[in-house]
């Protein structure tokens, strides 16, 4: 599915539940803004967020979320970053030789973070998995097709009960459709985590 085409597929307040096409790669793009709920994360069977990050951890710039090298074990190469800012700033990595490709994007606090997704997403998704917490903070994988091997898959995580990141893998050619694309989703999710700890300083 091409994401530019689902960009407004959910109407959530600032996160949209849909996978990447494997030629774009950038994260899922967020849906029209509806009014933000009234309660107080977490809501909606969604779990606190432990141990959270500084209320500034998402403030930076997405491109900056992975090293060098991470791009490169991901990907095969150190690949440049495209930023995007609308409407929520993310960065997208697309190897053209193999089409193999992740995006990040970073929620607002106005987003409500994970509570969002249980109460919004959730219900649309074809297939949504509770991960097991990525450096102790709670995750969620989801994709819009059903089954183990979905062409892209986005993970969810909460750094905060109201801050949130996605990541969105798709798999090279090759590999479309014969293999899981969360798992490799969940570890980009954690070099993701890495360096945004060691912003924080820990």
Same mark, same amino acid.
């Given at each position: 599915?091409?994401?530019r085409a689902?960009t407004?597929?959910?109407g959530l307040?600032?996160l949209?539940?849909?996978c @990447?096409?494997?030629?774009?790669g %950038?994260?899922?793009?967020p !849906?029209?803004?509806?009014a *933000?709920s #009234?309660?107080?994360?977490p809501?909606?069977?969604a779990?606190?967020?432990e141990?959270?990050?500084p209320?500034?951890a998402l403030?930076?710039?997405?491109?900056?979320?992975?090293?060098s090298?991470?791009?490169?074990?991901?990907?095969?190469?150190a690949l440049?970053?495209?930023p995007?800012?609308?409407p929520?700033?993310?960065? @997208?990595?697309?190897n053209?030789? %193999?089409?193999?490709?992740? !995006?990040v994007?970073?929620? *607002?606090a #106005?987003?409500?973070g994970?509570?969002?997704?249980?109460?919004?997403?959730?219900?649309?998704?074809?297939r949504w998995d509770?991960?097991?917490?990525?450096?102790g903070f709670?995750?969620v994988?989801?994709a819009?097709?059903p089954?183990?091997?979905?062409?892209t898959?986005?993970?969810?995580v909460g750094?905060?009960?109201?801050? @949130?990141?996605?990541?969105?893998v798709?798999p090279?050619?090759?590999?479309?459709?014969?293999?899981?694309p969360c798992?490799l989703?969940?570890?980009?999710?954690?070099?993701?985590?890495?360096t945004?700890?060691?912003?924080a300083g820990r």
């Amino acid at each position: 599915m091409n994401l530019r085409a689902i960009t407004a597929v959910l109407g959530l307040a600032l996160l949209a539940a849909a996978c @990447s096409s494997p030629t774009d790669g %950038t994260a899922t793009p967020p !849906g029209s803004a509806t009014a *933000p709920s #009234s309660q107080t994360p977490p809501y909606g069977g969604a779990p606190k967020v432990e141990n959270p990050l500084p209320d500034n951890a998402l403030s930076g710039d997405p491109c900056q979320a992975l090293t060098s090298q991470q791009i490169t074990d991901q990907l095969g190469s150190a690949l440049a970053g495209k930023p995007d800012s609308h409407p929520v700033p993310s960065c @997208s990595w697309t190897n053209t030789e %193999t089409t193999a490709s992740i !995006g990040v994007s970073y929620y *607002p606090a #106005s987003n409500d973070g994970l509570s969002n997704a249980y109460v919004n997403v959730k219900p649309q998704m074809k297939r949504w998995d509770v991960l097991p917490p990525i450096q102790g903070f709670p995750a969620v994988a989801y994709a819009t097709q059903p089954g183990p091997t979905p062409n892209t898959c986005d993970v969810l995580v909460g750094v905060t009960d109201r801050l @949130s990141f996605l990541v969105d893998v798709a798999p090279r050619t090759g590999k479309m459709g014969k293999v899981d694309p969360c798992p490799l989703a969940a570890d980009v999710a954690n070099d993701v985590l890495t360096t945004l700890k060691q912003k924080a300083g820990r």
